[in-house]
């Protein structure tokens, strides 16, 4: 990825910026302490993968808006894309993805939402986020992440930058699958077991099966005999329910006529008394008539006087419509009167105002002449600026350059200066680093000694701990051959032991002497164990000794090392300090040089004489901003006049429009005055005749409330009047009626008597049949609990057959589930050796292994640019373990760095915080180039956003040349400082600085 433009609109401290990277190959990105130089860089891997140091997107927005834009154009693999990724506050993300085609039009390949287009994004670049961080990207404080990790936790940093953390998660997979299989191996174990039990009870299931069949067939044949004996007793009893039958049917008959004669003499009684009320009603029909008639000629009158009513309601109503319809005219005529009104009297005020203006037009003439006299003026003086804009713009941009050189040098002085004082102070310090240097040369001697002295008592303790071990292990072998001794012993207490050499039986003799030889083994083993406990006794002293001893000398060897580092830097310090003289000189004289070329401004002679030729010819167009500026304000304060005359015009248009419309609307409002009075006296006459019409219709609402009254009282005749018709139709149907009752009731109670005397018959002779009812229950109870053992007997009997069927599916299913069991110890067995080998001591371990050669001759190769081959590193992934001895030491898994410099090694936190960069920088560089290697992509961009504050000179300037050294490696490199010393040193530099306006960009070569 290389880029080529950079546009920023409200993204964090930026309000709008372009940063074009056309040509800029090595530059460096400087400005103050939160300047906005970190926030450019941060704009790239927000706009391309969405992620900054802020902890949400809408912190990337400018505090002065309410969306941030970024627009990032690069080039890779030959074509030229485009990112744009926005954000509006409270809303969602948006990003475009685009692609420049052979026409130079962006072609959209963004895809269908922001995850999708981030994934081809993805794809494309062949890099996610956190592999840019760690690659191209050398990010603000975390050059020494990698250095101050424990050597387990750097593998695990290793492993998360090589993405190893699929292979822990297919190793977790494997495990649980493993443990998943174990649980089924397990359980499918336990299954089996009790299976096998189930299997070994067919022959008994067989055994009970035949014994039910031979008791199901003795109890068969008993049940058949007691059936034919039930049927002959169910012949006798029915008959004896046939005459039984014939009583019951006799019985109900009786009560059926008892009940009818009792229904028969109800309803005769009803007939009776409903003939005496008709009787009563037929009495009144006189009366009933007259009341009648009385209540219909009360209807007709009231249906009269409803017909007038509604023709009331309908004259009122005319009425009521006829004034709100005249009334609604004559206020639209009145508000058409007022509108008129109005407009003649804003007809009038226009008149006047205009007026106003036109006795104003002498006036107004005048200043539209003089405004285009001041004109004409001020356009002379605008084309004498156009001539000189140029010539004071290149005069400010030659005044900088030469102020920008003056400053140069001046920071030159100011860097000479600081030099020669550091000089001044090493070459003081020279006597009490000398002393140093003796002391320390004095205590090394000695302790060289100590050295020589503590491995010869390492040898020593190393001779006992091996002397221990062999002591031990007689002492185990002594302690098994006393073992076998007493099992030996145990077996000769036996009284058929045998000879434990050729096995033949003992007699008593032979036991006695096998016994005692056996006794003696076992005294001459005990005596021969003590003396080895005494010998471990006595070594155990001696390693104790020794071991106090070394451990005394090792507390006063611990500071050789660090001593042999500072004598090696003091040594390194003394041949240095020949060379601080010549130096301080040569300052000297490089002081003398610029203080000179300050004083007499003998510098930047370009641009001076450039410079007096410009100010010649400003002197010979004699252009004054002054008379500029004043001829520009009287033709402001003469703008006046240009309004003033549109607003004649304007009058004496007005002028002729009033003219023309003020007899129009004079001639409109005298028109509408006569219809409001025509609309009156129509409504008089129509109101007129209405009144008339109701006076003559004379409807009285008095008399029509009392028609009403009166047939709500007279309601009841109705009703008696439709009784007595009813009553008359009903009179000889009545009669009719209680005739038949009477005679029906007579024909029942003869049947009733019949019924009674047959009964009498049928009972008599049912007594003389015998009841064999529980003979028959007893008989049949007997077959019910013959039929229930039968149905018992058949359900043990299928529940048997069943079981067998069972068992032998169970048999076929035990058969598959061996099969199945021995399938998922395959696989478990499979899944085990998947988890190692995915683990972090599989695949994991292996690929770290590979990679590390490659990242220490990667590291090695730009640390010796760093340090001119002064520091070295060596990655370790074994060491050995703490153990007694060397033989017993186990390797353990690490991953540490061995850091040396020319007097050998030393930790990492002993190196000053320079040196220290130079380490970090070097690994994290090398470790760049071998996450974009591994990516499948080239590290065509370097940003560098730390590392130069904490640098001497002379480091700063090694660190320099090994980035021009590494330049033609990259298309790219961006370093970031705050330090001004270190502008020149790059060949473009990116300026950032903080305004008002939020942070601004200026580029220079």
Not at 235 to 243: A, E, H, I, V, Y
Not at 381 to 401: A, F, G, K, M, W
Not at 788 to 817: F, P, V
Not at 932 to 940: D, I, W
Request: glycine residues 2%; hydrophobic residues 30%.
């Amino acid at each position: 990825m290389i880029p080529q433009q950079l546009i920023l609109s409200n993204f964090l401290s930026y309000q709008q910026a372009n940063l074009d990277f056309t040509g800029l190959h090595t530059a460096c990105i400087c400005g103050a302490n939160g300047a906005g130089k970190s926030s450019l860089l941060e704009a790239i891997t927000w706009v391309l993968w969405g992620k900054t140091r802020a902890t949400s997107d809408e912190e990337v927005i400018n505090s002065t808006a309410k969306e941030a834009q970024v627009d990032f154009r690069f080039q890779y693999n030959g074509d030229t894309y485009r990112v744009l990724r926005s954000r509006k506050k409270g809303q969602s993300a948006s990003l475009e993805l685009q692609v420049q085609n052979s026409n130079d039009q962006f072609q959209s390949l963004t895809a269908k939402g922001v995850k999708a287009t981030q994934k081809k994004i993805n794809e494309l670049l062949k890099l996610d986020y956190d592999t840019f961080i760690n690659s191209a990207y050398l990010r603000q404080g975390r050059a020494d992440e990698f250095m101050l990790r424990s050597p387990s936790q750097r593998k695990d940093v290793l492993a998360e930058l090589l993405k190893l953390d699929q292979y822990q998660t297919l190793a977790e997979d494997a495990k649980g699958i493993s443990r998943t299989l174990k649980g089924q191996t397990d359980q499918l174990e336990q299954s089996l077991a009790p299976t096998e039990q189930e299997l070994e009870q067919k022959k008994t299931i067989q055994q009970q099966l035949e014994t039910i069949n031979q008791n199901y067939q003795q109890l068969q044949s008993t049940q058949e005999k007691d059936q034919a004996q039930f049927q002959q007793l169910q012949t006798l009893d029915s008959q004896r329910q046939t005459k039984q039958e014939q009583v019951n049917w006799y019985q109900q008959q009786d009560q059926t006529f008892s009940k009818e004669c009792e229904k028969l003499r109800e309803q005769q009684s009803k007939l009776e008394t409903s003939l005496s009320q008709i009787s009563q009603l037929l009495e009144q029909e006189s009366l009933i008539n007259q009341n009648y008639q009385q209540y219909l000629d009360l209807q007709k009158e009231q249906e009269t006087l409803s017909e007038k009513f509604q023709t009331y309601q309908d004259l009122q109503q005319q009425r009521q419509q006829i004034q709100q319809q005249q009334q609604a005219t004559i206020n639209q005529l009145k508000l058409q009167q007022q509108r008129l009104e109005t407009e003649l009297e804003n007809l009038q005020t226009e008149e006047q105002a205009t007026q106003k203006i036109l006795q104003q037009s002498d006036e107004i003439n005048q200043a539209l002449n003089a405004l285009k006299k001041a004109r004409q003026r001020l356009k002379e003086l605008d084309q004498l600026q156009q001539e000189v804009s140029p010539l004071i713009q290149r005069r400010q941009t030659l005044q900088v350059e030469i102020e920008r050189e003056a400053a140069r040098r001046k920071a030159r002085l100011e860097q000479i200066e600081s030099n020669q004082q550091e000089l001044q102070q090493e070459l003081a310090k020279f006597p009490d680093r000398e002393t140093e240097y003796n002391t320390i040369q004095e205590k090394l001697e000695a302790l060289k000694k100590k050295q020589n002295y503590s491995q010869r008592i390492q040898e020593k303790r190393q001779q006992q701990q091996s002397i221990q071990e062999r002591l031990k292990q007689e002492e185990k072998n002594y302690e098994k051959q006393l073992a076998d001794l007493v099992k030996k012993l145990e077996l000769l207490q036996n009284p058929q032991a045998s000879c434990p050499l050729c096995e033949r039986p003992l007699d008593t003799e032979h036991k006695q002497r096998v016994t005692a030889k056996t006794n003696r083994e076992y005294e001459t083993i005990q005596t021969e164990k003590e003396t080895i406990w005494e010998d471990l006794a006595k070594s155990k002293r001696e390693l104790d000794k020794y071991t106090q001893e070394y451990e005394a000398i090792s507390e006063e060897l611990a500071e050789y090392d660090h001593l042999v580092s500072r004598s090696g830097q003091l040594e390194s310090y003394f041949d240095e300090v020949c060379d601080l003289h010549e130096k301080i000189s040569n300052l000297k004289q490089e002081k003398r040089e610029i203080e000179n070329a300050l004083e007499t401004q003998n510098y930047a002679e370009t641009y001076q004489t450039e410079l007096q030729n410009i100010e010649q010819r400003l002197g010979e167009i004699n252009y004054d901003e002054k008379t500029h500026a004043v001829a520009r304000e009287k033709v402001d304060n003469l703008r006046y006049a240009d309004r003033k005359g549109e607003q004649l015009e304007e009058a004496k248009k007005q002028v002729k429009r009033i003219n023309e419309r003020k007899p129009v609307l004079e001639t409109k409002l005298k028109e509408v005055q006569q219809k409001i009075t025509d609309a009156e006296r129509e409504e008089t006459e129509k109101l007129q005749n209405i009144d008339q019409a109701i006076t003559d219709l004379g409807y009285t609402r008095s008399r029509h409330n009392e028609i009403i009254t009166a047939i709500k009282e007279k309601q009841n005749s109705q009703l008696q009047y439709q009784k007595l018709q009813q009553a008359k139709a009903d009179y000889p149907q009545k009669q009719q009626e209680l005739t038949e009752v009477k005679e029906s009731l007579a024909s029942k109670e003869q049947e009733k008597a019949n019924c009674q005397q047959q009964l009498e018959n049928l009972t008599a002779e049912l007594a003389k049949i015998t009841d064999v009812r529980e003979e028959m229950e007893k008989l049949k109870a007997k077959i019910q609990q013959q039929r229930q053992q039968l149905d018992q007997l058949i359900s043990e009997k299928g529940k048997l057959e069943q079981k067998l069927n069972y068992l032998e599916e169970l048999k076929a299913k035990y058969q598959n589930a061996k099969e199945e069991l021995k399938t998922l110890k395959r696989k478990q067995t499979i899944y085990n050796e998947l988890s190692q080998a995915f683990g972090k001591n599989g695949i994991q371990a292996l690929m770290i292994e590979n990679v590390l050669p490659q990242l220490e001759a990667q590291t090695n190769r730009i640390l010796t640019r760093l340090t001119g081959n002064q520091l070295h590193v060596q990655f370790l992934t074994q060491k050995a373990g703490k153990g007694r001895s060397k033989k017993q030491a186990k390797l353990i898994d690490t991953l540490d760095i061995i850091i040396a410099d020319t007097q050998g090694t030393r930790a990492y936190e002993t190196y000053s915080g320079g040196e220290g960069f130079r380490i970090n920088f070097a690994i994290r560089l090398a470790l760049a180039k071998l996450l974009a290697q591994r990516a499948g992509t080239a590290l065509q961009l370097l940003i560098i956003d730390e590392g130069f504050g904490t640098q001497d000179a002379e480091g700063c300037e090694r660190l320099i040349s090994s980035i021009n050294a590494i330049a033609p490696e990259f298309s790219c490199i961006l370093a970031v400082t705050h330090m001004p010393q270190f502008k020149e040193a790059f060949q473009h530099r990116i300026e950032v600085t903080k305004t008002a306006d939020g942070s601004q960009i200026s580029v220079f070569s």
